[in-house]
């Protein structure tokens, strides 16, 4: 059977983790790479020993790529997805898809019109812990869900920042860009929510938005859940990333980093841990089973505004304080 022909577009930090996800997946070939940046260009080549393009517009004209992944900065997704989208390309861009919501619905009907496949990537949705969490949850093993603790920390002392000090084009801080994360497990395991209050505070990040934010959800379900992202603080215990309360049961999710890092309920080890670049080879495994239609995929654009929906409520809650 033909392999699906790929192309990477922004080649930093995250498209290596793309790179090894496409690696261990036999029903796809990478045909071409581009970036902006020729240094980035020439490295890469070296690297990858595959073809290169300086731009978006020239990889898009390469007819046997049938996919690409966006992996641009947050604020250039919006122009590189629809272009893609228009190129006739399916496309998995990185979160957060957009920095608006209009630009996601934007991307939703151009998808629609087209009859391609557009995926975030939202990753962490593929750890074990968490598909095996909504199953518990499913079930009711919980029983009624009355709180669910999101949490992620690490120190980000930076010089160079990049595109992520400008609020213009990362769209705020720590919490549209790691926090996203967050956001998408909360509203996967604990359902919809309309109500946010947050507050969020810039300790020493070299950026123009927040390098921490908490943010209380209360779900339509009636539970309540904390996000709460930082870039200021090294986690020395590594804490767990998400905690489950309900009124007949715990669960307890180890982050990917943690030692003791799996899935406990009620005290009990139930799955072992997991690394953080699986959940890039299951998501990207997701995205072309879904294009060829072996399966609905666990991510969508819905997650996308859903939570882009909660990061605004969250700045908006902090402005109207301050
Ligand atoms: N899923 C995750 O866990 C995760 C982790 C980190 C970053 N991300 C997301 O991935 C995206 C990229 O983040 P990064 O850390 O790799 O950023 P980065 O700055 O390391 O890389 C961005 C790349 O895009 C290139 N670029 C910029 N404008 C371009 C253009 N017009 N055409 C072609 N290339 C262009 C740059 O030259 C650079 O190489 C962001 O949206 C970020 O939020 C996701």
Redesign the pocket.
């Known amino acids: 059977m033909k392999k699906i022909g790929v192309g990477l577009?922004?080649?930093?930090?995250?498209?290596d983790?793309h790179y090894q996800g496409l690696k261990g997946n036999d029903s796809v070939t990478l045909l071409g790479i581009?970036?902006?940046?020729k240094e980035?260009l020439r490295k890469r080549i070296d690297e990858w020993k595959v073809i290169v393009y300086n731009?978006?517009d020239e990889i898009l004209e390469v007819e046997e790529i049938d996919a690409v992944h966006i992996?641009?900065?947050?604020d250039?997704?919006f122009e590189?997805v629809i272009k893609a989208l228009e190129a006739g390309k399916h496309v998995l861009v990185?979160?957060?898809v957009a920095t608006s919501l209009k630009e996601i619905e934007n991307i939703k009907d151009v998808a629609e019109k087209k009859n391609l496949i557009c995926l975030p990537?939202h990753?962490?949705l593929y750890t074990a812990g968490i598909i095996e969490a909504r199953k518990l949850i499913d079930e009711e093993k919980l029983g009624k869900i009355v709180y669910g603790e999101f949490f992620a920390s690490g120190l980000l002392n930076l010089d160079n920042w990049?595109?992520?000090a400008s609020l213009k084009s990362a769209g705020g801080g720590a919490l549209i860009?790691?926090g996203?994360?967050l956001i998408y497990q909360a509203l996967y395991l604990l359902g919809s929510c309309n109500k946010v209050k947050a507050m969020t505070k810039k300790f020493f990040c070299k950026i123009e938005g927040e390098d921490t934010a908490a943010v209380l959800l209360e779900h339509d379900s009636g539970a309540i859940s904390c996000i709460v992202q930082s870039w200021a603080s090294k986690d020395y215990f590594q804490t767990p990333e998400v905690k489950i309360l309900g009124t007949k049961g715990q669960l307890w999710i180890g982050n990917s980093l943690y030692e003791n890092r799996g899935l406990y309920f009620n005290g009990e080890k139930i799955l072992d841990g997991w690394p953080i670049e699986t959940t890039?080879t299951k998501a990207i495994d997701d995205f072309y089973n879904a294009i060829q239609g072996k399966r609905q995929p666990l991510s969508n654009l819905e997650q996308s505004s859903e939570t882009l929906k909660i990061v605004q409520k969250a700045y908006e809650n902090c402005l109207r304080k301050s």
């Open positions: 577009i922004g080649l930093g930090g995250i498209a983790f581009a970036d902006a940046n980035i731009s978006i992996l641009t900065p947050s250039k997704h590189h990185e979160k957060p990537n990753n962490h990049g595109w992520r860009d790691s996203t994360h890039f």
